[in-house]
């Protein structure tokens, strides 16, 4: 069968880079597949779950912002942020989802001056991230 290369990079490091067999990324209109022989496509990333199988095992990583480049059998993700999930810490996450919801209800109750569309972003992360741990 055919396969495509796979590299997840963030600014302080390469997260994954392996030959796979699929590749479904959460772009910011909606979830897209890539199989091998892909036309070209260049896509912003949403926060989500992106995953890759590898001889019919699937792997699972949580990403946050940036773009993803389809190009000749090689899929290429720049995201800001990017783990594995079986390396989430979830107490960390928890904690970054009550402090981000802290911050949108003083927002809210007119306290403080708060950036909510910052605060929104950071609550959807940890949203994200302690859904994807729990899966």
Do not use: W
Not at 4 to 31: A, F, I, N, R, S
């Amino acid at each position: 069968m055919a396969s495509l290369q796979l590299e997840v990079v963030t600014p302080d490091l390469k997260v994954v880079g392996c030959e796979v067999d699929y590749v479904g990324v959460p772009g910011v209109e909606g979830e897209f597949g890539v199989l091998p022989g892909h036309i070209p496509f260049l896509s912003a990333l949403a926060i989500g779950g992106l995953y890759y199988k590898v001889e019919g095992n699937t792997h699972m990583l949580f990403v946050s912002g940036g773009f993803a480049e389809v190009s000749s059998n090689k899929v290429s993700v720049l995201a800001e942020s990017a783990e594995n999930v079986d390396k989430i810490n979830k107490e960390r996450a928890e904690k970054a989802r009550a402090r981000a919801q802290s911050r949108l209800d003083e927002a809210h109750s007119g306290k403080g001056d708060i950036d909510v569309a910052r605060a929104e972003l950071a609550l959807r992360r940890a949203i994200v991230r302690l859904n994807l741990a729990n899966v």
